[in-house]
T-cell receptor
Framework: NAGVTQTPKFQVLKTGQSMTLQCAQDMNHEYMSWYRQDPGMGLRLIHY???????DQGEVPNGYNVSRSTTEDFPLRLLSAAPSQTSVYFCASTPVGHNSPLHFGNGTRLTVT | KQEVTQIPAALSVPEGENLVLNCSFT??????LQWFRQDPGKGLTSLLL?????REQTSGRLNASLDKSSGRSTLYIAASQPGDSATYLC??????????FGSGTKLNVKP
């Protein structure tokens, strides 16, 4: 009964380093998405996907890349980390075309120094 | 661009009180609206989902209403308990699979 799994839980990067945040879901959801949560600003959509091979930009996509090669996985890549990317990142999934709830992972807390 | 606002940002009430959390949105062309609960250091848990054609949804002590034409939703919590202390967020899903979140209401229920 895993649901949405995010790894790692915590990460510290130096400016300019790259890394990938992992997200996997076992509910066969077509829709997957990434958000960042900053104090006082709620969650903002970074990128989303409605199925394998399909991705699109959200509200704050700059500095982030995604790909969707399988239904289960939706990794988020930071190519050159910046201090402005210090945040808590959440992955979420839901079926497409249904009024179903959005299911969230427990988040990754990223600090860029 | 859809904007979602939640008022108040924080709320402290004594145990047993009934309370109302507010959510407003600027574009009425929505697919659905959801209310979430977030505990410190955790992800979001969906509480209630209201489809765009619905007016309200109920689950236990929680009741959420939706007035799409005026761009408002309320979450009513009856007989609040200390275990209800958390941050409550609302989110609207548009017709293009994008979700827009409010910044949340931090609720503290005092024993």
């Amino acid at each position: 009964n895993a649901g949405v799994t995010q790894t790692p839980k915590f990460q510290v990067l130096k400016t300019g380093q790259s890394m990938t945040l992992q997200c996997a879901q076992d509910m066969n959801h077509e829709y997957m998405s990434w958000y960042r949560q900053d104090p006082g600003m709620g969650l903002r959509l970074i990128h989303y996907s409605v199925g394998a091979g399909i991705t699109d930009q959200g509200e704050v996509p700059n500095g982030y890349n995604v790909s969707r090669s399988t239904t289960e996985d939706f990794p988020l890549r930071l190519l050159s980390a910046a201090p402005s990317q210090t945040s808590v990142y959440f992955c979420a999934s839901t079926p497409v075309g249904h009024n179903s709830p959005l299911h969230f992972g427990n988040g990754t807390r990223l600090t860029v120094t | 661009k859809q904007e979602v606002t939640q008022i108040p940002a924080a709320l402290s009430v004594p145990e047993g009180e009934n309370l109302v959390l507010n959510c407003s949105f600027t574009d009425s062309a929505i697919y659905n609206l959801q209310w979430f609960r977030q505990d410190p250091g955790k992800g979001l848990t969906s509480l209630l989902l209201i489809q765009s054609s619905q007016r309200e949804q109920t689950s236990g002590r929680l009741n959420a209403s939706l007035d799409k034409s005026s761009g408002r939703s309320t979450l009513y919590i009856a007989a609040s308990q200390p275990g209800d202390s958390a941050t409550y967020l609302c989110a609207v899903r548009d017709n293009f699979n994008k979700f827009y979140f409010g910044s949340g209401t931090k609720l503290n229920v005092k024993p």
